[in-house]
């Protein structure tokens, strides 16, 4: 709004520091760090079971915002393992939970750590501020395209499901292992399919989409898929170069009809019952300002 009434200078830069953010905030009833769970609280002798003085701590979390945009972030981080263990209980972890996610933390906090902290500047966004870039895209060297793909190294590069295996990462069956034939028919010789999406892929799908699907579901679900991305191939294949392209699948002309003007000399009862007509149509409210 400030810009579309031009109440912002051209080339004049006004940076402010945003600190004292709250700790803690409420999500689902269930108190949450704001920033994450190992910002340095504002004061360190607090009750980890008061809800209502949680709530009321701040933080020793800062941003740097720059003409409304923030540019940068970070906080002070604890040092302290009591304090470590307060946070902690404040956001109801239990003590075996603590042991087993962030036991080594603790661990090392025992044996003492500095005082420290940290900021991590956009230095993408601080270039785009300054040559007046609506885009961060115009000025990242290497920037991913709408499918978080980089056009100039193809990344992410696929990985092999061996390797996936190995890391733990998901776990992959004998079938997923094995090579893959391929789809491409030999002369004289039938089209060989082969499965192309798996059962557990369709259920990996649906717990981020969180749909529950029956073993029935699941089969006709990859079934489906299967299909699209074989006629996909078949498109693929077929050869277009010699095709021009086409803008429009038929002709830019009313195939219709010819376009006449019908006049009326009394309102056409399909008006009749309009709360307000002009010229023998509906008017309706003005809701957008084009000037």
């Given at each position: ?84 263990r307060k946070i902690f209980k404040a956001l109801g972890l239990s ?197």
């Amino acid at each position: 709004m400030a810009n579309r009434l031009g109440l912002i200078p051209e080339g004049r830069f006004e940076p402010v520091w945003i600190t004292h953010f709250p700790l803690f905030e409420l999500k689902d009833g269930e108190l949450s760090s704001l920033h994450h769970p190992f910002t340095l609280p504002e004061r360190e002798d607090f009750d980890p079971e008061n809800k209502e003085e949680l709530l009321g701590l701040k933080s020793r979390a800062y941003d740097i915002v720059i003409n409304g945009e923030e540019l940068g972030g970070g906080s002070l981080r604890i040092y302290r393992m009591e304090t470590q263990r307060k946070i902690f209980k404040a956001l109801g972890l239990s003590q075996e939970e603590v042991k087993e996610k962030f036991g080594f933390f603790l661990k090392a906090l025992e044996y003492g750590a500095p005082p420290h902290g940290g900021l991590a500047l956009g230095m993408d966004r601080v270039v785009a501020m300054v040559l007046g870039t609506k885009s961060i895209r115009e000025i990242i060297a290497f920037p991913k395209n709408r499918s978080a793909v980089c056009p100039l190294t193809g990344a992410p590069a696929k990985v092999d499901s061996s390797q996936l295996q190995e890391l733990h990462i998901m776990e992959v069956g004998e079938e997923e292992l094995s090579p893959k034939p391929s789809t491409r028919t030999k002369k004289g010789a039938g089209p060989q399919t082969r499965k192309r999406i798996s059962a557990r892929e369709v259920k990996k799908v649906a717990h981020l989409a969180r749909l529950s699907l029956t073993e029935e579901e699941i089969q006709e679900l990859a079934q489906e898929l299967d299909s699209i991305i074989g006629y996909v191939e078949t498109l693929d294949e077929l050869d277009t170069h010699t095709v021009p392209p086409t803008s429009h699948p038929l002709a830019m002309a009313n195939v219709w009809r010819e376009d006449k003007v019908i006049g009326f000399e009394e309102g056409p009862p399909v008006i009749e019952n309009a709360p307000e007509e002009e010229g023998y149509f509906f008017k309706v409210p003005k809701i957008l300002d084009t000037g």
